[in-house]
């Protein structure tokens, strides 16, 4: 009966591969290197009980009602301030809208930006979650290789001049899923051309606190971004569990554009969680916070690296993050991750093979590592099971 | 630069008139029956204060981890058993999936449901923040009349007939924004037209348990729902600030496309809030707190009709809702309610003229009065106002 009735939209959605892999992995004698989880000893529980606890006393009703569609005024003002100091920025409160995680924010870009057919530009390997919000929307999406220090620009060169790109999907810190970071050189030249070529630029950021040292990369479009989109998430830093993200959209028109879809897709994101989420950010040492998560990824990520290198065999490469949730393997040319992946499931250990960061979901000789949610001897565990299967 | 690059997805959104109005009506010195605010003091602030403190204490990092993009197995399962015994129905939980506000279920119904050019039917007037997210997937919306007792049937058929209609969106008890309920006898009727032409019946019920007097009203699709989605909502019982609701959807291949729809949404609704919610209608008297949120909304009703009745001239009519938050009210035949509401604007009272609630927009004799978000006091020193200027 059902089967006629379901939209275009909807068949040229793919579900999440990592989302299914993620049921079954639920069993806890699984060593998993699939998710991209927080590690939960991150969270600021005690800390997030007390801001509960004073937004109730303090604001009453007003935590509980209906609220404005671009999000807490106040949560709006602490984010604007955050990226100015940070970054340089001169963003204003305005020219933010909290999103119900960074993933609503892809799903409003693919709304608000993409005609059937439109040609988008991701890298490649790109995030999943990107590739799955935008194909919704049946553009034509083009992957450009990811070097060591950045998308190919050649290669994204010759793409913009050869179509009219609407926009330029990246993740330019510790990418999800290779873990590369763009250099400086690769930084400016992909500003230059998203101006030269008049697209928009898509800067998600959900990583670049999590710089293992030193202050994290400004961002690409951080003085003069009329023609970008910035994405930014408490997930990684806070909570995940609250789906708190925000845009940052200096053009009036899109603004207004993203915001009435936003309107149309939940009349707002959760004020509860925002005024938690603003209460515990003024009221705690949030750089210090982040700086214990650092130090830990830093070791659960050298731990990692550090047994790959004892174990692996040489024919098997790895990126080595700045940062951070993940890396990214290749495995020799001809071996297929996906056949790994079904032998380690065996053996308790999983991980995300290739296919599903690339927009046709080719089988392919590379895998992606987390290895924020285990401890260190669970991460050499796993890797050694690994090891003996390759 | 932006103009051309906004899709036509965009283009065939409107934005909300609402929530318009209410960026201009925070100044407290404006009585308001705009907003479809709950009562604030409706809202069971201590114990949901209990109840964090509690989620937290006893499942630590769970609450503030990512989850499953259905929902929190614990709140389906209380959903799932609440309509079992409260409707007589046969729902499991895994026929659930928890939405970020009912406002995410219409997003994904349109998304997943409406081709450009597709037949649905809607009711006239209907509610906007479904002709809104039902417009972006650009369908060919067909109003039909709502008369006292329910949609004209006669009407309904013959639409049926002539198209082949995707689904069927209705609010059967107390609905935005007419207040209106559909009989027994329609009930019955719309329950046969949906099976014989073979359509799928959206069924919304935020209002069902705000009913002033006896037992709710019971689902029309409640024994067999194969065809049909059901929506419901905890906005109006608890809160709406955590914007939870959920669909109950039985058809195995619908529930998995909109369960893929919403992974590219959002990946899963704010699990925090779930976790609360589930805590507080598990450990407190529900029943309770919903039957003193029906006797303050039973005297607020009573207070704006009886004030209505004294001071508004005979050629204005009005509905006697049973239950929910809304009264619609017709002015005399030539009159425009958006000129009223200008005129109203000065003297510090507002409402919402009907126009966002046909599906065209037209400008016309109709208005919708909120009575949830004042007291019995303001609400006829309101009516006086407007009475004044009819």
């Known amino acids: 009966m059902f089967e006629e009735k379901i ?19 639920e069993n806890s004698e699984i060593i998993s290197f699939a998710g991209g989880l927080p590690n939960p000893i991150s969270f600021p529980k005690e800390e997030i009980k007390k801001s509960t606890n004073r937004v109730i006393d303090k604001y009453g009703s007003k935590v509980f009602q209906y609220s404005m569609t671009a999000g807490l005024r ?15 920025m001169d963003v204003t409160p305005d020219e933010i809208i909290v999103t119900t995680g960074s993933q609503q924010a892809l799903d409003l870009i693919g709304k608000v930006l993409i005609n059937p057919g439109d040609s988008v530009v991701l890298e490649e390997p790109s995030y999943l979650g990107a590739i799955q919000a935008f194909s919704q929307y049946r553009p034509d999406m083009c992957a ?6 950045g998308m190919d ?16 999907y990246t993740v330019p810190n510790f990418q999800n899923p290779s873990g590369l970071t763009y250099s400086k050189e690769k930084r400016e030249t992909l500003h230059r051309l998203t101006r030269k070529y008049n697209c928009i630029l898509v800067e998600d ?4 606190d999590l710089k293992f040292d030193g202050n994290p990369y400004g961002y690409i479009s951080r003085n003069e971004f009329e023609g970008s989109i910035l994405l930014g998430t408490f997930s990684k830093t806070v909570t995940p569990g609250m789906r708190s993200g925000f845009m940052v959209i200096r053009n ?30 003024t009221n705690n040492d949030v750089q210090k916070h982040i700086l214990k998560i650092r130090e830990l ?5 050298n731990a990692m690296i550090k047994a790959m290198e004892d174990s692996f065999p040489e024919s098997v490469s790895f990126t080595r993050p700045e940062g951070g949730m993940f890396i990214w393997v290749t495995l020799p040319e001809g ?3 996906l056949d790994l992946f079904e032998k380690a499931r065996k053996e308790n250990v999983v991980f995300v093979p290739g296919n599903p960061f690339y927009i046709d979901g080719r089988a392919a000789n590379t895998m992606r590592l987390n290895y924020t949610n285990c401890d260190e001897k669970t991460i050499i565990e796993g890797i050694n099971r690994l090891s003996r299967l390759l």
Chains 1, 2 share one sequence.
């Open 252 to 281: 009036p028109e899109l603004r207004l554009r993203i915001n009435t879809a936003k309107e149309a897709a939940d009349l707002h994101s959760n004020v509860f969680s925002q005024y938690i989420l603003w209460d515990y950010m």
């Open 144 to 149: 450009i290789t990811l070097e060591r220090d």
């Open 74 to 88: 106040e949560l709006r003002e602490y984010i604007a301030e955050h990226l100015n100091n940070s970054q340089g």
């Open 205 to 208: 950021d959900p990583y670049g």
């Open 7 to 25: 939209s275009e939209l909807s068949l040229s959605t793919p579900a999440s591969f990592i989302r299914a892999i993620l049921k079954t992995t």
């Open 297 to 301: 990824y830093r070791n659960q990520s």
């Open 153 to 168: 620009m050649n290669k994204l060169e010759a793409k913009l001049k050869e179509s009219n790109v609407k926009f330029i």
């Open 335 to 337: 071996m297929i991750a």
